[in-house]
């Protein structure tokens, strides 16, 4: 198993004028701890789960090109982009741009979206449920298309592009994660798409897996091609208190099939968090 980092809070205690700063330090700091990946929300409002509503949220792809220059190994990702809020051409635009400043190391993280309160706030395009999902499988089709070599054109009942030029095009094709566990829709384009699926670490997992096995035998796609992640609370305490109940839940994670955890950390800014999980759980989730 491997440890990524998700960072969901940019309210730091040193405030806006400090806030570059303080994030360079978390993400060059996980780095060195060896996490895998390092994310950020695609949401311009903080979310009720993490904070309040006013909190400071940066815009995800810019604070990704800013973290691939000051990055090297991690990969990068919007954990996970919103498919409505920009239009399909500009999200692959968008990933490989990071792709090819960062050396190599983007992927493309998305989902239907779910926020409608920032996204009618802020007026974005944001429709119902169904739509959302179509939209989202043409987005996906899209990038795949404009990462192959060629321009020709897309025609789909929501997006029209007549020509699909994507120049230059990624140092390597960036792989797919779709946020989500619904089972008729977000599995079934998990297992058409993408290399990575998400799921919380509350879900029923066996479950969950046990749905994506039969759309991948429907797709025709080999089941253990395809990555699973959840999302999962990296606390291990102020000292360290908690890192074997931590390592406990990671541990039982791997034995139901989950082969990166993807984890925000409270208080992020306090490096020795990060340091702890370097020490402490990297090398031991390694194994799993």
Known sequence: MRIGLHIADFTFPDGTAGLADTLTRIAVTAEEAGVARVSVMDHLWQIPSVGPTENAMLEAYTTLGYLAARTTRV???????????????????????????????????????????????????????????ERLEETLRICRQMWDEGDAPFHGRHYRLDRTLNSPQPLRRPPILIGGGGERKTLRLVARYAQACNLFAHDDLDRKFAILREHCAAEGRDYDDIEKTVLVKLDVGD???????????????????????????????????????GRELVPAVAEL
């Open 75 to 133: 990969e990068l990702l919007a954990w996970v982009t919103a498919a409505t809020y920009r239009a399909p051409g500009m999200v692959a635009k968008l990933v490989s741009t990071l792709d090819v400043l960062s050396g190599g190391r983007a992927w493309l993280g998305i989902g239907a979206g779910w926020n409608a309160d920032e996204a009618t706030g802020l007026g974005l395009t944001f429709p119902p449920v169904a739509e959302r999902f």
């Open 239 to 277: 000292r360290g208190e908690h890192v074997d109940a931590l390592l406990a839940q990671l541990t039982a994670l791997a034995r139901a099939g989950v082969s990166h955890a993807h984890g925000w950390v409270p208080q992020v800014w306090d490096l020795r968090r990060l340091r702890l999980i």
